[in-house]
Nanobody, 122 residues
Framework: QVQLVESGGGLVQAGGSLRLSCAASGRGVSRLTMGWFRRGQGKDREFVAAISWGGGNAIYGDSVKGRFTISRENGKNIVYLQMNSLQVEDTAVYYC???????????????WGQGTQVTVSS
């Protein structure tokens, strides 16, 4: 079983930056594709970003391309989401997720963290 624990959420002004972290533990975590989803209040869950187990491939949702960067530190089983140029529309609970997808494009999330709140003020 995989455990995922997010941290780094908070309140930031529009245009600012935050970095989220997700610490993974459990069997085989270094071989998992990992990523982030978010859910704003009253909105559907939205894909944010995913990264392959080796860190060589990453994909992003259209609304965050060019502003967010996903990376992973495999030696520590940590995935990061660097969020720059934050907008009010980025306000959401951000969830770390992991699965065994062989291709990052097939990432859907099977294991989930508890979520961390990101609030962007105008």
């Amino acid at each position: 079983q995989v455990q995922l624990v997010e941290s780094g959420g908070g309140l930031v002004q529009a245009g600012g930056s935050l970095r989220l972290s997700c610490a993974a533990s459990g069997r085989g975590v270094s071989r998992l594709t990992m990523g982030w989803f978010r859910r704003g209040q009253g909105k559907d869950r939205e894909f944010v970003a995913a990264i392959s187990w080796g860190g060589g491939n990453a994909i992003y949702g259209d609304s965050v391309k060019g502003r967010f960067t996903i990376s992973r530190e495999n030696g520590k089983n940590i995935v990061y989401l660097q969020m720059n140029s934050l907008q009010v529309e980025d306000t959401a609970v951000y969830y770390c997720a992991a699965d065994l997808a062989h291709r990052v494009e097939a990432f859907r999330g099977g294991s989930w963290g508890q979520g961390t709140q990101v609030t962007v003020s105008s």
